[in-house]
């Protein structure tokens, strides 16, 4: 960013004026300006001055001079203005929200001390400092003030982050103090930060630092918790003074600091991570400033000074402008300002993460804006202000942006859909869909809300082209998938997302209701669909119909209009909404009614007063009463009564208005009575339920408030006894039994003998309710009770009653129960019979009257034949054995496949009656397979080749004819049949019957007799293909003959024979038609050619006319000429086109010169205008006299042609005097020079090339050179005998260049001479820079040949020094170019000797670069792998050149994993105690302790060396400055390791010191944060296990277990730590990257592990001594003492020995007074073997 000045906005005075404070508004606004008079200025946006106002003292008797302004701050709705003054008060002043408003004091906060600076960072939140040093908060709603934190240093500064959540107070002590009132989860500390080496005057908060300075002329900036991350020091700059004041851009990418005459900026560098400082603005006699404020969108940058001026710059990087519509301001790398230059409106986008924004669009009609960043995405509507910035990994810009919902940007890419509602910062949605029409996705975002719902986002798209999925992003899922069978074309939701229309490429409109997932076809044919704005209306087209939807609820209910035309748009503006429609050239408009769309939006609203209102209205249709009944159930539901009861009254409904009116009456009794709106009263509530006919709710309101006599009521009045009566029972009412017997009254005087009945029978009295049962004509109710009790069944003439009361009412069936209850079966046959109830009829006789079942079966068929239960009959026949009966009913069932089953069984009489209707049945049914094996069966051949016959199915009639039938009989018979056809005229038919004996020729004849072509075209294209054409051909020429030339036409172009059908036409005159078919069908000319002959036969004026209509009359004119018809031409020329006639003349000249007629040609050339024709055509004749005349005559330009062209024949005739002369009166003598060039003459060229061309003469020379250099030695010969011309004629440039010229790589000597010539003239004759310009060109052929020594002289004779040099080194003369560099230039020393030493690398001469160059030496030993002549080398140098070396050498055997190699490479060399060194020691530590196969005796020499190279490190590390350090901590420990490991080793070679090599793998457990923990507890519990202390080795086992399981899962987290809690083995240890254990041994641990589980003797705990501890830890639990481990074992002691001696290295371990080996030794008689020895060596040499 650099500032730029605008302008002045205050003029500064000749004496010391400051501006005390200034400060902008946050809506961009206005700035106010603060001087030392009190007097505070209101500048507008564009810095004009609109206001000023006087601020007061807090005593107004101490007048103004009492006090300084010295902090100013706008409110953040930029309608106050906060004044902070050193007479200890704030005032907040009212300024208003226009120019000129009243300034009021609105609040006013007294203080114990001077106010010194000022912020107002939040609504109603003034944050001040004091000069107590305390900063404090003043709360304009409360007009209270408290403190915020207090020091007891002066506050110098105040500064608040970037959002305005936190703060930043400089006090003169030099503290820095953060607040935060919102951390914003950035977990930043608050309190003290850091101690600025000044008071920070100077102090801004930036996005990534804190910026401070003050009077010791340095810019810090601090990192977030105070650490320095950058200082800018200007203290040893005379010209700067101290920093006096800071501001921070609004989007903190930028600090401006100013001091005297000079403003400093500090731009951050996202991508470097640090502050750079852009060139200072330096401002002459501007003096110190006092004062920074940044407008808040960052475009504008104030200062105020010392003199009371005011200096307004802009801050802006670039500006461009954007399609002539809009100003893009980058006012910082994350920020930009987009003012739209027509209205004047700004938008400030800007990134939220401080990301650097790409170039900035503005799409959609100039609304949208769209801005990328590395890894967010801007977007924004101007017309809302609303901006969203959501992450976004850029995809190389292949984004498409759409724009078509107001509410949402949608982004298609790389297939994934993605929404971002503006205004808000997080992606809304993304789903995957290929489908990125406008029509195919819909997304309704909150557009209008509804009753009881916060957020409504959905979105309706296209999974694929059958398939609708509906997502919800607020709960975040699928709410519905739609699979369609038709491709869907268009789609959209209704505002409130809750029903989905969508159409398919059939047309079919469908509606979908998500909530209820039904879906409904509801219009056909559809065209349009549309849903109204702001309603759920959907109007539609169908065909020549306008449809509209007022109640989308029930679609089946729609209002259709006619119409023409075709619906374009749909408009609704002013309380009205019109359907557009294109009628032809008209627009029609169709009014919907705006009442009904209304009701909808209303009831969406829950405004069910203003659905009334406009029901009220309407007439009365179907579509407003389907609305009234949907808003009377809305309004019960919402217990709004009174509308309901308006609803009922005008659908009707008297007695549920009426019932509604009582209701309201008793519900505004109880409002009024006791408040409310009454419909929460217990009577309100039961009518409610009533008329929902929930009577039980009811009954349970009443009996809720012990209303048990109006339950009972209730109940009453609606009749409902038994409801009356139970409530009664429950409640154990006293009115029970009154009840009960009200009630039987009141049956029986309602005449409810039934009802009576059942209450008689419940209560016991059977008889009775007989009695009732027959009296109310119930005879079966009766007998059913009577058949369920024996003793009514014992008395007979109750059972005679009853049974005749069933036979009267023919209940025969009945009446058949009760006889055969009471053992009467032949009464009840009878019964049965009369009343056909067959089945227990039958079921009755099969146990009674055997002989009567095949008769009641036959019946039980006639009847069900007569009930036309024909498929139910056939059983029952079939049981009967009535077979035809069975027959004729499966016939007449239409079950054809059981009829056939029944006649298979028959005999062949009885079939050959029904199989022929079955057949026809089948044959009906197109069923021909079955219907032709009916038919044989039935013997009815002929009847079934008929069926096939007359279905057409010829080849199936043929096919069984011909299995029927002899061959020639099958011929005859159908090639009879055709021609029967044939006589009836059916052609087709007769056709198929020929082709399917196979003969077509017949059926050709048949159409050529009939002239039927067409037909046989076709029979002879599928069976005589060959004689197609011809035929063709031959029908073409018989129709043209007869006259029909069209249908001859088709039979021409289908034989391929066009020109046939043109010439036909011609023949006959039709020229349209022959124009016509050359057009279609002949090739791309063919038609102007006929068009053409067509004007040739009209002639004159008429064929000018048709030429012009076709457009082809100049086409024809040049077809004309070009085709040797120019009589014809002239004519159409004269006639249309005379300014063709020159063309036509040059043609037919042309042609007359073809002919010879050269006479006549020029005539026709010069007529023409082209007499240099015909003087080309006497020139090429040889006719040079004609050519001259006519040249001269007509055309004197071409007389130099004639000249030219007789010089031309005079060289090619050898006459070279005369072909001179003529082109030297052409003045064409380089034709001259070329001749003789072509011919050979090189002299006779060049002499005349000297004497008339000189300028020409070089290249000629060159030519010369190059064409003797292709001649070879003769030709360099020439060159040299031209070179040794020039030098006589004193032409020594010349000379020297055709020396230089010479080429004859084979003759070194020549070339030599050559080039030493060229030498020589060049330094006697042509001076110094043409010299040393020869020499350049020489001296490197020179070289080239070997001549180094000669190129060398040559370049000292022109003091090339080195040129000379180079030269003598080329030719390895060393010696010489020292010497000539020592004596002629000392500067060259150096270049020699590096070049010297390249040279001994290059040819590998390391031996002699060591007396040259040690280094390079060494390096080059290095690259060649050298290393043991390179530490030869380079022990003899210096121990750090030695050790660096060595190191590389380490380095190199690591990579190539010889470790081993590597330490014993620094056991032989020592270990220097180098921090670049550290790196080394640790990897070969670390690749020791993870290398396999080293537990165990032979790797004693291995850990003995590590531990070796460990101790050496360790005694250096001790003189080192690294002493004390961690990481010489680190290797002490690395150096405990290796001992235990080498002294383990040792142990493990004698088999009595197991226990010790036990002890030192346990102890190595301890170290597990260094060794790999999986190994170490498999070594320690293989090594327990082997010394027998199950114990411990099964824990440490089955530790080790776990954590094999927790590298194959990859993480430490299901570790139980519960059996090491008291001992020092590290919990947390590293998770190691792989197993160190092989498969089959972890498997065997496993195995073994699993079985000590099972071992109750097993002690799963580690051994605790008498600390109650592990017996090995080295850490008391109880008391948190660490002792010092034993050298040997590594236990926290040994039994019985003494005191402890301590390692002299380590300094952590112990020793005990008498070895342990030693007495170990002792102990077991056993010799102590080499490895032993050698380990009680080492341990006693560290431990002396």
């Not at 009766?782 to 069944?793: N, Q, S, T």
């Not at 070289?1343 to 003598?1368: P, R, T």
Request: charged share 25%; aromatic share 10%.
């Amino acid at each position: 960013m650099q500032l730029k000045h605008i302008r002045t906005l205050l003029t500064p005075q000749e004496g010391a004026a400051k501006v005390t404070c200034m400060s902008w508004a946050p809506n961009n606004a206005k700035f106010a300006v603060c001087t030392v008079d009190k007097v505070v200025f209101l500048y507008d946006e564009h810095g004009e001055r609109r206001d000023k106002f006087s601020t007061k003292p807090a005593d107004p008797k101490y007048g103004r001079k009492s006090y300084v302004v010295k902090g100013m701050a706008f409110s953040p709705d930029s309608t106050k203005i906060a004044i902070g003054q050193t007479d200890n008060i704030i005032f907040v002043y009212k300024i208003g929200e226009e120019w000129g408003d009243k300034k009021v004091i609105c609040n006013k906060f007294i203080q114990t001390s001077a106010v010194t600076c000022l912020l107002w960072p939040e609504a109603n939140t003034i944050v001040f400092g004091l000069v107590e040093g305390k900063v404090r908060l003043a709360n304009t709603k409360s007009s209270k003030s408290s403190t915020v934190y207090g020091t007891d240093s002066y506050v110098v500064s105040l500064a608040s982050n970037i959002s305005g959540k936190g703060i930043l107070s400089g006090h003169a002590d030099g503290t820095i103090v953060r607040y935060f009132f919102d951390d914003e989860g950035s977990g930043e500390s608050q309190g003290k930060l850091v101690v600025h080496p000044c008071p920070p005057y100077a102090l801004a908060w930036a996005s990534n630092s804190i910026v401070a300075a003050g009077c010791d002329k340095k810019i810090v900036a601090y990192g977030k918790e105070g650490h320095v991350i950058q200082t800018f020091d200007y203290s040893r700059d005379s010209s700067e003074k101290e920093f006096m004041v800071a501001a921070a851009s609004p989007g903190g990418q930028s600090v401006v600091i100013g001091s005297f005459d000079r403003l400093r900026v500090l731009n951050w560098s996202p991508r470097r991570s640090a502050w750079e400082e852009a060139k200072p603005t330096e401002i002459p006699h501007l003096y110190t400033i006092t004062a920074l404020a940044w407008k808040r969108d960052g475009s504008r940058l104030c200062a105020g000074t010392l003199c009371g001026g005011v200096e307004q710059f802009d801050c802006s990087i670039r500006r461009t402008i954007y399609k002539n519509k809009f100003e893009m301001t980058y006012v910082a790398p994350s920020q930009v300002i987009v003012n739209n230059l027509s209205t004047g409106m700004r938008v400030v986008l800007k990134s939220h993460y401080g990301y650097e924004i790409d170039e900035v669009k503005i799409l959609g009609k100039d609304r949208y804006l769209v801005a990328h960043t590395s890894d967010t995405l801007l977007l924004g509507d101007l017309s809302s202000t609303k901006l969203s910035e959501v992450a976004w990994q850029g995809s190389g810009g292949n984004e498409k942006f759409f724009f078509d919902n107001e509410n949402v940007c949608m982004i298609f890419n790389a297939g994934e859909l993605t929404l971002v509602e503006y205004g808000s910062n997080e992606i809304l949605g993304s789903v995957r869909t290929e489908f990125m029409n406008p029509h195919l996705i819909s997304v309704r975002i909150n557009e209008r809300r509804q009753r009881g719902m916060e957020e409504n986002k959905r979105l309706a798209y296209l999974v694929d082209i059958k398939t609708i999925a509906i997502v919800d992003f607020v709960r975040d899922y699928n709410i519905g998938i739609i699979n369609h069978e038709s491709k869907i074309d268009w789609l959209e939701l209704n505002e409130t997302g809750h029903k989905l229309l969508f159409r398919d490429k059939k047309m079919r409109l469908q509606l979908y209701d998500i909530e209820r997932a039904t879906r409904t076809t509801i219009l056909s044919y559809c065209s349009y669909v549309q849903w109204v704005p702001g309603s759920d209306v959907v109007v539609a087209q169908n065909r020549n119909s306008l449809c509209v939807w007022y109640n989308i609820d029930t679609p089946e209910r729609v209002t259709m209009f006619p119409m023409k035309g075709d619906i374009v748009d749909l408009e609704r503006s002013n309380g009205k909404t019109e359907v557009i429609v294109t009628e032809g050239v008209n627009t029609v408009s169709y009014t919907l009614d705006e009442g009904l769309i209304e009701f909808g939006t209303a009831i969406d609203d829950g405004d069910y007063h203003r659905a009334v209102a406009f029901l009220e209205t309407l007439e009365m249709s179907t579509e407003t009463e389907a609305m009234w009944k949907t808003l009377s159930q809305l309004a019960l539901e919402a217990k709004q009564l009174h509308i309901a009861e308006r609803c009922f009254a005008a659908l009707g409904h008297v007695s549920k208005a009426r019932f509604l009116h009582e209701t309201n009456e008793i519900a505004d009794h109880v409002a009024k009575e006791y408040g409310g709106d009454g419909t929460d009263y217990y009577q309100v509530r039961v009518r409610l339920a009533m008329l929902e006919k929930n009577y039980k709710l009811a009954e349970m309101i009443l009996l809720e408030q012990n209303a048990v006599e109006e339950a009972m009521e209730m109940y009453q009045e609606l009749h409902m006894w038994d409801e009356c009566i139970a409530v009664a029972e429950a409640k154990s009412h006293p009115a029970l039994e009154k009840l009960r017997r009200g009630y039987y009254e009141w049956l029986l005087q309602t005449q409810q003998e039934e009802r009576a009945a059942e209450v008689q029978e419940s209560q016991g009295d059977l008889q009775a309710a007989v009695g009732l049962y027959l009296k109310a004509g119930l005879p079966a109710k009766a007998a059913r009770l009577a058949m369920g009790r024996e003793e009514l069944l014992g008395n007979t003439d109750l059972v005679n009653r009853i049974a005749t009361a069933l036979i009267r009412g023919e209940l025969f069936e009945q009446a058949g129960e009760l006889f055969e209850k009471t053992r009467n079966p032949q009464r009840a046959l009878e019964c049965y019979r009369k009343g056909n109830s067959f089945l227990k009829a039958v079921e009755l006789a099969r146990l009674v009257f055997p002989a009567e079942v095949v008769k009641l079966e036959e019946g039980w068929g006639d009847y069900l034949v007569q009930q036309k239960q024909l498929d139910a009959a056939i059983n029952h026949y079939i049981e009967a054995r009535c077979s035809v009966k069975a027959i004729e009913a499966a016939i007449g069932a239409r079950q054809w496949k059981k009829a056939i089953y029944i006649l298979d069984m028959q005999d062949k009489k009885t079939g050959a009656k029904y199989y022929p209707k079955i057949a026809q049945h089948y044959a009906a049914l197109q069923e021909y397979e079955i219907a032709e094996e009916v038919y044989i069966k039935g013997d009815c051949i002929k009847d079934a080749i008929d069926m096939y016959t007359q279905a057409g199915l010829w080849e199936q009639a043929h096919k069984l004819a011909s299995r029927c039938m002899r061959p020639e009989d099958v011929s005859v018979l159908y090639i009879t049949q055709a021609q029967e056809m044939e006589r009836q005229g059916k052609y087709k038919e007769a056709e198929r019957l020929y082709i399917t004996v196979d003969e077509p020729d017949l059926a050709i004849t048949m159409y050529k007799k009939c002239k039927m072509y067409d037909e046989m075209i076709r029979l002879l294209a599928k069976y005589h293909k060959d004689l197609l054409s011809d035929t063709h051909l031959h029908l073409g020429k018989e129709l043209e003959a007869d006259g029909h030339l069209q249908e001859a036409e088709y039979h021409y172009l289908e034989a391929k024979e066009w020109k046939a059908a043109v010439n036909m036409y011609r023949v006959n005159n039709m020229w349209d038609e022959a124009y016509r078919v050359a057009k279609a069908h002949g090739g791309a000319n063919s038609h102007k050619h006929v068009a053409f002959l067509w004007s040739k036969s009209l002639g004159g004026e008429a064929a000018v006319k048709l030429l012009n209509k076709f457009g082809l009359l100049e086409m024809a004119i040049d077809h004309a000429a070009d085709n040797n018809m120019f009589d014809f031409a002239f004519e159409l020329a004269r006639l249309s086109l005379k300014q063709k006639l020159p063309e036509i003349h040059f043609k037919y000249g042309s042609f007359l010169e073809d002919e010879g007629k050269f006479e006549e040609a020029e005539v026709e050339f010069v007529k023409a205008g082209k007499p240099k024709e015909a003087v080309l055509m006497y020139a090429h004749a040889q006719n040079w006299a004609a050519a001259q005349r006519v040249a001269e005559a007509h055309d004197p330009d071409s007389v130099l042609i004639v000249l030219v062209g007789q010089a031309d024949a005079a060289f090619k005739q050898k006459e070279f005097s005369k072909a001179e002369a003529l082109l030297l009166r052409a003045q064409r003598l380089d034709l001259a020079v070329k001749h003789y060039k072509e011919a050979g003459m090189w002299a006779d060229a060049l002499r005349v090339c000297k004497e008339y061309l000189p300028g020409d003469l070089e290249a000629l020379q060159e030519a010369y050179e190059r064409e003797a250099a292709k001649k070879g030695p003769r030709g360099i010969e020439g060159i040299l005998e031209q070179a040794r011309e020039w030098e006589q004629a004193g032409e020594y440039s010349r000379a020297v260049d055709c020396y230089l010229k010479v080429r004859d790589p084979g003759n070194n000597t020549r070339m030599e001479k050559c080039w030493m010539k060229a030498a020589e003239l060049s330094i006697k004759f042509l001076g110094q820079p043409r010299s040393i310009e020869v020499m350049r060109t020489v001296g490197p052929q020179l070289v080239s040949i070997g001549k180094f020594n000669v190129a060398a002289e040559l370049y000292l004779n022109l003091d090339m020094i080195k040129e000379a040099i180079d030269a003598f080194m080329e030719g390895e003369e060393w010696n010489k170019a020292k010497r000539v560099a020592k004596e002629l230039d000392p500067r060259y020393e150096e270049y020699v000797d590096q070049h010297y030493k390249e040279y001994l690398k290059d040819q590998g001469k390391v031996d002699s670069l060591v007396g040259v160059d040690v280094m390079a030496a060494l390096d080059m030993y290095v690259e060649r792998e050298q290393w043991e002549k390179c530490l030869e080398t380079a022990a003899k140098q210096n121990y750090k050149v030695l050790h660096k070396y060595v190191a590389l050498y380490a380095t190199h055997l690591i990579q190539e994993g010889s470790w081993d190699k590597a330490v014993a490479l620094y056991v032989q060399h020592g270990t220097p105690a180098n921090s670049q060194n550290f790196n080394i020691y640790k990897r070969l530590f670390v690749e020791m302790v993870n290398v396999a196969g080293m537990n165990n005796a032979e790797a004693y020499s291995s850990w003995a060396d590590l531990r070796d190279l460990l101790f050496n490190l360790c005694e250096n590390l001790v003189k080192s400055s690294d002493a004390n350090t961690p990481a010489h901590e680190e290797f002490e420990t690395m150096l405990l390791v290796s001992h235990y490991y080498a002294t383990r080793a040792a142990a493990q070679s004698i088999k009595q010191l197991d226990t010790v090599a036990a002890k030192l793998s346990i102890s190595l457990l301890r170290h597990t944060d260094i060794i790999p923990a999986d190994k170490a507890f498999y070594e320690a519990g293989t090594a327990a296990k082997e010394v027998g202390w199950e114990n411990m080795a099964f824990i440490f086992l089955n530790r080790f277990l776990d954590l094999t399981d927790a590298i194959e899962e990859g993480s430490l987290y299901a570790l139980d730590h519960s059996d090491f809690q008291y001992t020092d083995i590290p919990y947390e240890v590293p998770l190691p990257a792989k197993q160190h254990v092989a498969e089959e041994q972890r498997e065997e641990i496993r195995d073994w592990v699993l079985t000590m589980s099972m071992d109750q003797r097993l002690e799963q705990v580690l051994p605790r001594d008498e600390r109650d501890t592990y017996e090995a830890s080295l850490v008391a639990v109880s008391t948190g003492v660490r002792s010092l481990p034993c050298l040997i074992t590594g236990e926290e002691r040994a039994e019985g020995l003494g005191a402890e001696t301590k390692l002299r290295v380590a300094g952590r371990v112990a020793l005990e007074q008498k070895p342990v080996l030693e007495r170990a030794l002792s102990a077991f008689d056993h010799p102590a073997d080499e490895l032993v020895l050698e380990a009680q060596n080492y341990i006693s040499e560290v431990s002396a």
